[in-house]
């Protein structure tokens, strides 16, 4: 069991490692942080099973936030106090039993205790360890609530080094939780191999894009499922003084080039042996892809994301963050420079 041995980064800041090389796949070493809550069990439901089908080593991971007290200027935090230490010592505890119980599974497993802000530190420990795979849950707040508590997850999907898969509560599920014995909890990982069938893949025709693309046709691959491949084409917004203005023309220039692209997509991933289909829509992209993802049963959803951070995230957003907050199954979230090798 280890506690931090480096300083965590800069909040609001991701180093870049010194060689850009993507990770294996399959993911050798997958990183599930721990609340002990029943989402976080879910989280380590499907990573068991990732593991079991691609033979990794899970990386059990608890953060907590050190404890802060009210001042006149607000909060300071606690340097140290009995409180924290039985705190601390009440994590470890669990973290131990925890790996003990996955670890009975037959799955190889090791656990780290981490202390400050939880997004960071996961980000910090997936860099450490040389994460292939991040697996977590989320609330899937959204409106007021989720503007007022924000999300660890989406925080985790911005600053991490590697795809980050996202599950949470209330979705379809692509690992059914197994059944438990008589008068017991539910075991930690089934039996039974993964069933993937159906994936969605959003397009953009952009470089992060291309990266969802390679991960998911590995996915496909591996699980012999269908590819669904969606582009969505967001018309552009007119000021009402504006609002005679004829678009057609843009409007069917556009279509068309989308149209070709999308085609050429299809064409090389049936090229590769996949079974693939493409969609072209109109409207929002993130609305798009999640009506598409409930009305065709989609199991997974593989999204690209520039990984945007800061001001450049306060302005432009992120279309993948958006999917996971509002998807009805498990988002899998990948950047340019996560491609899996051939």
Not at 109 to 120: A, D, K, S, W
Not at 175 to 194: D, F, H, I, N, Y
Not at 198 to 209: C, G, I, Q
Not at 227 to 248: F, I, S
């Amino acid at each position: 069991m280890a506690m931090n041995p480096t300083p965590p980064p800069t909040p609001g800041e991701t180093a870049a490692p010194p060689s850009a090389t993507p990770p294996p796949f399959p993911p050798q070493i997958i990183l599930v942080p721990l609340d002990f809550s029943a989402r976080a069990r879910k989280a380590l439901r499907y990573a068991g099973a990732f593991a079991r089908q691609f033979g990794s080593r899970l990386q059990l991971l608890h953060v907590t936030e050190p404890l802060a007290y009210p001042t006149d200027l607000g909060y300071a935090p606690v340097v140290s106090g009995e409180l924290e230490t039985e705190l601390q010592e009440g994590s470890r505890e669990r973290l131990v039993a925890t790996v003990e119980d996955v670890r009975r599974t037959g799955i190889p497993v090791e656990g780290c205790l981490r202390v400050g802000r939880p997004h960071t530190e996961i980000a910090a420990a997936a860099w450490e360890l040389k994460a292939d795979l991040v697996v977590v849950t989320t609330h899937g707040f959204t409106g007021l609530k989720h503007v007022l508590l924000g999300s660890v997850a989406e925080r985790v999907v911005r600053h991490a080094p590697c795809p980050v898969l996202v599950v949470r509560e209330q979705q379809r599920e692509f690992v059914p939780p197994p059944e438990p014995a008589a008068g017991a909890e539910a075991p930690l990982a089934a039996e039974e191999p993964l069933r993937l069938e159906r994936l969605l893949v959003p397009v953009d025709f952009s470089a992060p894009a291309g990266a969802a693309l390679g991960y998911a046709g590995h996915l496909a691959r591996q699980f012999q499922a269908r590819l669904l491949l969606v582009h969505v084409t967001e018309l552009p917004y007119l000021d009402a003084h504006l609002a005679d203005v004829d678009t057609r023309a843009f409007e069917e220039s556009t279509r068309l080039s989308s149209t070709e692209q999308l085609d050429r997509l299809v064409a090389a991933q049936r090229e590769a042996g996949l079974t693939v289909e493409g969609r072209l829509l109109t409207g929002a992209a993130w609305q798009e892809t999640v009506r598409v993802a409930q009305e065709d049963q989609t199991q997974l959803i593989v999204a690209g994301t520039h990984g945007y951070t800061g001001l450049k995230h306060a302005l432009l957003g992120s279309t993948a963050e958006r999917i996971v907050r509002h998807a009805p199954c498990p988002v899998l979230v990948v950047r340019a420079r996560h491609a899996p090798e051939p």
